[in-house]
């Protein structure tokens, strides 16, 4: 049991930490806070909450896997490296699938209670995110081939 309890006061200081020094750590829990208690004055059923409850904490451990990762690369490469900018932009973009993810979540779980939205708008916010991914990698890769 003291194994386990110096592990989880280990786990909750590297939570602190994150919360600390993160500014997006510190949006992203205030949204889950509004998201958490919109879905209980709302009495959303159990599987709605689970989902709620799925996209939140996606978008937390990425955030600090994220966390993890820029600060690994820092440690190993202080000075600007090219390959260390590309991995932390991988660690980034993963952050921004979970919150597009959350967002599509959020829109057909509250926008269906509150505003009886059709589902079918999280699917035209994740439509929209995919076209913006294609567009955008077809532009940037010839911006790379002109120079």
Do not use: C
């Not at 973009?93 to 708008?121: C, E, H």
């Amino acid at each position: 049991m003291r194994k386990f309890s110096k592990s989880l006061s280990y786990a909750i200081k590297g939570l602190f930490e994150v919360f600390r020094t993160q500014r997006n750590f510190k949006i992203q829990v205030v949204f889950a806070l509004i998201a958490m208690s919109l879905a209980l004055f709302l009495d959303l059923d159990e599987g709605q909450i689970l989902w709620i409850s799925l996209a939140i904490m996606m978008v937390l451990i990425l955030e600090t896997i994220n966390t993890l990762v820029e600060n690994i690369m820092n440690l190993l490469h202080p000075e600007y490296n090219k390959i260390v900018g590309v991995i932390k932009d991988l660690g980034a973009a993963a952050v921004l699938i979970a919150a597009t993810f959350s967002i599509v979540v959020a829109t057909v779980i509250f926008g269906g209670r509150i505003f009886n939205w059709s589902p079918k708008y999280g699917i035209i916010i994740g439509i929209i995110f995919v076209i913006f991914i294609a567009v955008g990698s077809v532009f940037k890769g010839r911006g790379k081939n002109d120079r």
